[in-house]
């Protein structure tokens, strides 16, 4: 048995409850390779919030998606079972909590070995994420996409914000510092340290500028030699793509990347690799214009999916 | 057993997929009393389109809903079950064949007894869901909340299209003539035939000045005397509302009604009625501003569902 | 011969190009009663400006207008023949310049007895139209819709803004001081003399207090107790409206008022009065929201418009 | 020495750094008899965020301003100084923390007797105000406009959210119950118990119903009444305005107010009251629509600045 | 005689009706070397729509055309004349009844060797054009920049929609298959034979992956190769832009391409073939974001007219 | 004593008044580098407008700089003292007024060897702040940044226009003609002249095709090469960048600049260069999307501001 969207040369994708790709809801991990999960926490959003909408809104633009992944030549659902796990519960305003409750409702996903796509959110929700799988598989490697490294120690004197989960979380044993690669940091800075802080922590990181100069292929090959095979997370900020390509979100940088370079970085970057999960964070729909930060959203997403049915090809193919 | 809301206090409401009022997602007849769903169809709008997402908005605006009624002092889950029974299928593009299908897929709804609150899609929904209506019961009493009669007979040579539905109901013989009524008729005609083509059918019209003018009550009290004790279906156009409280709609028409009094109406025009059917057609999103417009329609609603509630307690009262 | 708008049941009203109301584009005054014309000027805006496509917007949004007036019961092509006359030429960021040109393309058409529509652009254009007509006919009396007086000496030390046609009209010779009546300002001002001067030039002033307090019957009877049977031009901007049902405009002042209360003035304030011209003026699409504000205007026009056809059908009727 | 707005008659009013009413931005309580200050914490809003840019939107709108109350006849400078006192610290993310912050940075302004507007973020605020206040004056009264009776127990169990401020107020022993009125509540409620709750803490409250029905005056005497002489606090949640003239904020209520009518009610109802203290809330410029709410907002506190002036007119004439 | 712009030095560009780059509106095929013109059908698009206005946004957007293509040095209106038609008569709802008008209509146009530039409406207007075209002069090449193929054989069971008009268009004989070459696909798709069945039936396909990856160069090649000297029918679905360029479609897909992109591959890809037609596709004002979509079409419509411009250029040269 | 930003780890970048970059705003040019300030004036604008309101959506904008280039590896605040000088007066209507009132505001500054960084307002605004400089001393070199020439020599006949400010500027012995670079122009033109008139001043002119084709390198060369030494402005305007990128302003142009682009080329090709001031022009947020064009302009600012301190950093390690 596989879940899989309904299929719309039957009925028109704007027909129906949005669930994510219009996969079914189904709250199960029992036959289901990934789940698409929202987790609509953005109290820790330093400069502009609104990313608790941001399921919703991606679930929105993910009505167009279907199922064939034209560049890697797969099917998803020939290969895999996914299911709209619907939101996990947060507290709004109420960090610990809110952490408290993703591992909660995180661990039995992770243990029954799903892979889950958790949509933001801010990008807080990711050290819920890593607690969760440290408690079943102990530390992992990461790979994160975002123009600020979100390794600050504290804001206005708070531990816990958007601007610092990864220093947590390495701090807290959750991450393999030098099987964590930060790809895309850009943008004016506090400090000098605010890249080096990364790299003293064991990090490897990529600038935009590595990446515009060094190219698509660079970026891949250093992400799958940081990450080897190891088990990993990835977590992807709307705010790696340039504005133009994704204003909806809290805290923008020019000079960042396009839809088809994120793309051409997961599809390469990732592929083969042991992913044990995935996150999209900071879509802000009250800031988007003309929808295009949800559709990014939905398409990266995508790709994530697509990864992920590869590998099962790959191993199903041995 | 009983179909209600998920909890607030319990839950933020912007957790989870939007159904409407945050009601249950089950297609169910057994244990319902009313039913919201979508019918997500505007091929026959005349100028600016765009209902075809009304349901997804609404649904969306629907999440601030909570159940009890503080004008009508009625706690609407104290006296109902409701679910929300998502989209009915249609073919965009193709009115007759998406007339068929709504037939089919409303008939056993109106044959269970429950009360179907259908979401637009463009005014032409309406015919669809009289021609079921009359196959399970004969014809109907009409409550039409617009700024146009929508009774020409043909838009350029074409029979079906929105501004013609209550013309071809009448002729079809869903309607009694004199049980209609039609209210908020204002804006630029095309000839005076146009409001008198529908007392030509039978219909009591009350042009918006008749209702800037008399006043509330008045409105109210001719609404229950055209209507008695037949059963009646409501459709609420949403450019009743003035184009200020309404944006978000194909032809909006200035001179219109506040929500307040859009309310009022509707809670006492329409207390105790013998009611079928419910409609709310012509949300835009796509043109709307500040969301404004699916919080009204959202509202409309929740007052439709509050006069339901208020005619069960007063029937198990007796 | 006669001009009229071209048949929208035969055509889709979004079919082809945007003339006002869908009239014939004729740079006439032969058998021509009413002229639309376009005045995109918004150098004189002392505050945000965009007016410049003022008539580009209220051009769209006229789309939706048809022909007979429900309130009035005057089928406005039974009396009159209309045409959309294009735009005057001005120069942006040249008020001077601008007014010159504005007197040579108006005198021909007062000159012709046409009754033009101008839809600015600015406050500032009333005073072009008003040293056309002194050339013409000499000095006329004027109604003035607004929130402000526009009677402010100078703005930064320079006579020519947006805030100060009606003290130069008046200084010029243009108006009839005691024929003048201003309705509806509202909102801070500068200083107390900012009502008191209009006063002090002999003009009617109606607040917003005034109107909201005393209501549209009184209202419409100052109108025409003070202006009689004297010629008289018709300047009504678009911020006499309440920003919920105009925000797409410069200055707009809170505590305003409904299109209903708007038109109904219109209606009975005007009727039968001896209109030499009417102009519409300070939209700004570009601030606007759900396009209200040009459907607003729109409508607006449509009311003058009616008027006209009215009186013509009083006259041929004696 | 007074405090007072840049000549907007020498400069442009969109020339220069946005402070409140183009007021002197000074940190001081010395000659200053009203300080308007940003309070931009939004951490406890419940459904939608965005308030911490209400102080920056409404700052914008304020240009508009100019000194004279027309309907007050009061020019606010010849009897008040004013000054734009830039903005608290908060602590997003942390409510504790913040209010500890406001508490500090309040208390030195009340002790002066200055009187100070503070412009939200979200409706948690008042309770940081309210214990500044005891803390300096002791308990006070309160009359609140706004759509919800914000005196719910919890949400999500948690006590101190947008929706819990005044039950922890009257707990905290901030309020003197018999002398608050809450004003406006309406829409969909939890229960019965929502609005009896309030009643049950000895608070005065008219629903939207009472308003709409009894009247401007009619609301005015009620505060007037319940709030006699006592020192009172006054808290005006935007969305006591109807959604169509207050899109901009997290949890418009449809069938609410015109800025007409809430402008009356200040003018009126608060005449002569020894007011310490006001406060404009949950202004989400994000969610605005033709930036009408920050201009509503802009407006309202206007309305409130005159009430003081007015009130020192009358002290000096006494 | 020639038919040529208005002289923007003379008269602001934004005074007047809105023509295509201020071409004077004339319905003639004398002295015409091309026509714009507007086809506002948008019936057939399966999932937002809006495309009905695009005209309309369309022409606005291009009162910013000059006459003088710096890139290919030539100033269109030295070799061509050129006029905007106004828009083809269309029935909203209704595609076959719009099919049969479309031919009618376009036909005369076809056989007086006009070359007419089609502003969508959805990309179903294609057909139209290709019936009459092979009414007129048989089959002909085809060039399609699109992120679809267009060659789904039906949806939902209609054979008719905006997905499927080329499989129609090939199986009523009005494509030559080997001359057709289809550019830019990419996103999403249902099965591998989406793009297996373009190339079934002759076409040449080519994705996104390979322009990015291949370059401009070789795309323009490609199209040379493939189309040679046979005449040919140029239709551009603004969706082979990326959405950051033209968010404001009924489909975008990301990965796409710039207008720089675009404009090279037209210049060099398009220069010297026997064009018999164009259309630009699937703009949707109401979805668009700081209208940058409408100007990028109206600017990829600048470049086809250069085409021509350059073509006459060359044949004149001979 | 350094004037420098508030820092932002302290209290939220959202807290407190708008100044640039959370420089403070202090009136002073002793201790000075650089002074931001903004000149609303936006009158010469030949088709949209708006910019007047730039320098307050910049300024919000530019909450999210921090003090550190990662690019180019410094620190800002180590090199430079920085202030908000707050908005020249301008006269809104009057461009003569406007640009005495300029130089007399600006010659103080410039005197003093402090930096201005104007943020216009439209592109006349550059000619008052040439004739500033050249009072100051004498003819300077010039970095223009735009997709227009801005050499016409008239617009309707009117010699002074946001066309025309390099013109005039040459003729009137500002500008150093073979010392001027002009960077990026493409879109449609008037004539070949448009480019061909500059050249013809002995400006050096960088198509967009030249920069597309040749490269970032390139183009940094030739700035370098054709400015030497010589002190130079640098006039960038806001539609360099493509409309995708840069929605929010009167003329954009397709075919443009992404923000790495532009930030590349301004931070080699400006690198070391003796510049006396710089501009950026043309944002007009009325238009913009997403308000991406106010965070480009105030990116680019910040790169301008980090050459100046790189400069600094150079000479001070000589």
Do not use: M, Q
């Given at each position: 048995m596989k879940y899989q969207p309904k299929d719309s040369s039957k009925t028109p994708?704007?027909?129906?409850?949005?669930t994510f790709m219009r996969l079914?809801?189904?709250?199960?991990?029992?036959?289901?390779d990934f789940a698409v999960m929202g987790v609509p926490f953005d109290t820790a959003a330093s400069f502009r919030g609104g990313a608790r909408f941001g399921p919703q809104s991606v679930r929105e633009a993910s009505m167009?998606?279907?199922?064939?992944?034209l560049e890697m030549d797969v099917n998803i659902f020939d290969h895999c079972s996914g299911v709209d796990y619907g939101d996990l519960d947060v507290v709004p305003g109420y960090i610990h909590e809110t952490y408290d409750l993703m591992v909660k409702q995180l661990k039995p996903i992770y243990e029954a070995g799903v892979v889950p796509l958790c949509i933001g959110?801010?990008?807080?929700i990711t050290l819920g994420e890593l607690r969760a799988i440290k408690e079943v598989r102990g530390p992992v490697a990461l790979i994160h996409f975002d123009s600020h490294t979100d390794t600050w120690d504290n804001y206005w004197g708070m531990k816990y914000t958007h601007g610092t989960p990864f220093r947590r979380a390495f701090e807290e044993g959750c991450l393999i510092g030098d099987r964590t690669i930060q790809i895309g940091m850009r943008g004016p800075l506090y400090q000098p340290g605010d890249v080096n802080d990364s790299k003293d922590l064991g990090f490897e990181v990529l600038t935009a500028g590595d990446i515009h100069r060094k190219g698509i292929e660079y970026t891949a090959e250093m992400i799958q030699k940081t990450v080897g095979d190891t088990p990993v997370l990835v977590s992807f900020d709307?705010?790696?793509?340039d504005p133009a390509y994704a204003p909806g979100t809290g805290t923008p940088e020019i000079g960042g990347f396009t839809t088809w370079e994120a793309c051409e970085i997961i599809r390469k970057g990732l592929k083969g690799l042991n992913i044990v999960g995935f996150d999209l964070v900071e879509v802000a729909p009250s800031l988007d214009a003309g929808e295009i930060t949800s559709f990014a959203a939905s398409g990266i997403l995508f790709e994530f999916i697509s990864v992920l049915a590869d590998k099962k090809r790959m191993e199903s193919n041995k």
């Open positions: 994708r704007f027909c129906g409850l949005r079914p809801h189904v709250k199960t991990t029992e036959n289901v167009l998606l279907r199922p064939y992944n959110g801010d990008h807080s709307i705010d790696f793509l």
